[in-house]
């Protein structure tokens, strides 16, 4: 289903109907990877139970198609689960098409178009159980359950205020010299600038979920902190054992750039050697499992490569684990309740039991770091 030519920071229009009159298509290629929103469906047989993949990047990179081969391949989810499921995977408006955050886009749009940015529907009203799958970035109230497997999106650097995000928004309208009389002819210029054009104007910045009081309310840890969410919805939040490879890829930090790069344990990176590092589970290598796909997120040559038996064990494991997430909100083996005073975590590991761990870590730098600058972002709150 594909929204790709429509204007820039407008709702999508569905050009299906007149594209295809007799209602059908041929959509059994995979599309080029494209900054607008698109979605795509697996499906082997009927079912209510829906998982949706909102792929990761930071808001800047990625799409649905991603990776030789494909990583983010439904089929291989269906084809290696004992539980039917439909797959939904999407592609969202990324960067400047996304982040652009101006009052003239605000008051051009309704109330049922708050966001400049990505909108999706599906018409899912009779499914039993919807699980939205993410890495980084992505959910909204449709779903009843959350697997977000980089909780890194739950920290302050990824999320902007409000006067913070125009104040950016302003200056790519500055960079484009689209400084116009009135918002209709400045937002004209915008959208008949060169994505190229837009894309040098926007920088190499992070592109932020924006807390606007509206379509997105409350920075979500302080809405957890203060009760103000939904609580029939489950979720789980994950990483990677070395979810930052920042150990490894520093060896010879000292403690001051540990600190600036807000490392748990600042100054206690040993060097390890291309051999050593080769083990580390760094931030999304789960991926290929998660999908049953002999692929990886950066992947860009096709690869000879299949996975032994123990290894599709494991991804079929994981695979079962999330639709069981998706049917019954919660996975297959009982994990630990979360709890800021016992706190334990659910270990996936090959060649292991899936099973509950203590949690010994110490990050009360990053408790400090977070506290300090949500009051400078939300005061109010």
């Known amino acids: 289903i594909q929204y790709a030519k429509v204007s820039r920071w407008k709702p999508p229009i569905d050009h299906a109907s007149d594209a295809f009159p007799n209602g059908t298509f041929n959509a059994t290629s995979f599309g080029p990877c494209c ?3 698109t979605v795509k469906i697996y499906i082997d047989r009927q079912d209510e139970q829906f998982l949706v993949w909102i792929h990761g990047g930071a808001l800047q990179t990625g799409c649905s198609s ?5 990583i983010y391949n439904g ?8 539980q039917p499921a439909i797959i939904v995977t999407i592609n969202y408006r990324l960067g400047v098409l996304g982040d652009l955050y101006l009052p003239a886009l605000v008051e051009e749009n309704s109330p049922d178009w708050p966001t400049a940015g990505n909108y999706y529907y599906l018409d899912i009203s009779g499914a039993k159980a919807v699980v939205d799958i993410g890495a980084l970035k992505g959910s909204a109230n449709l779903y009843q359950h959350i697997i977000s497997e980089s909780s890194a999106a739950s920290h302050y650097p990824y999320y902007s205020n409000i006067s913070n995000a125009i104040q950016a928004s302003n200056k790519v ?3 484009m010299n689209c400084t116009r009389e009135n918002n209709a002819l400045m937002l004209a210029c915008l959208r008949n600038s060169s994505i190229e054009d837009l894309i040098v104007a926007f920088g190499y910045r992070p592109a932020n979920t924006i807390v606007d009081g509206y379509f997105f309310p409350y920075y979500p840890p302080l809405a957890i902190k203060n009760g103000l969410y939904n609580p029939n919805i489950t979720m789980i939040i994950g990483n990677n054992e070395q979810e930052p490879l920042t150990c490894f890829e ?3 930090m000292n403690s001051t750039k540990a600190i600036a790069m807000t490392n748990c344990n600042p100054g206690i990176c040993p060097e390890l ?3 050593e590092g080769a083990g580390l589970c760094g931030h999304v290598d789960e991926i290929p499992f998660v999908f049953g796909t002999v692929s990886s997120y950066n992947s860009m040559n096709s690869h000879n490569c299949t996975w032994d038996s123990q290894t599709r064990s494991f991804s079929n494991q994981i695979i079962s684990h999330w639709i069981s997430m998706a049917r019954d909100g919660e996975p297959l083996q009982p994990w630990p309740q979360y709890s800021p005073t016992a706190k334990k975590y659910f270990k996936i590991t090959p060649y292991h039991d899936f099973s509950p761990e203590p949690w010994y870590r110490d990050c ?3 408790d400090q770091l977070e506290d300090e600058q949500i009051r400078i972002m939300f005061p109010i709150n």
Do not use: F, M, R
Not at 75 to 82: E, F, M, Q, R, V
């Open 66 to 70: 991603q990776g030789i081969p494909i």
């Open 75 to 82: 089929t291989n989810i269906i084809a290696n689960s004992l």
């Open 250 to 252: 520093n060896p010879d």
């Open 35 to 37: 900054p607008q929103p």
């Open 364 to 366: 009360s730098l990053l």
């Open 173 to 175: 309208v500055q960079n």
């Open 273 to 275: 050697s291309v051999e």
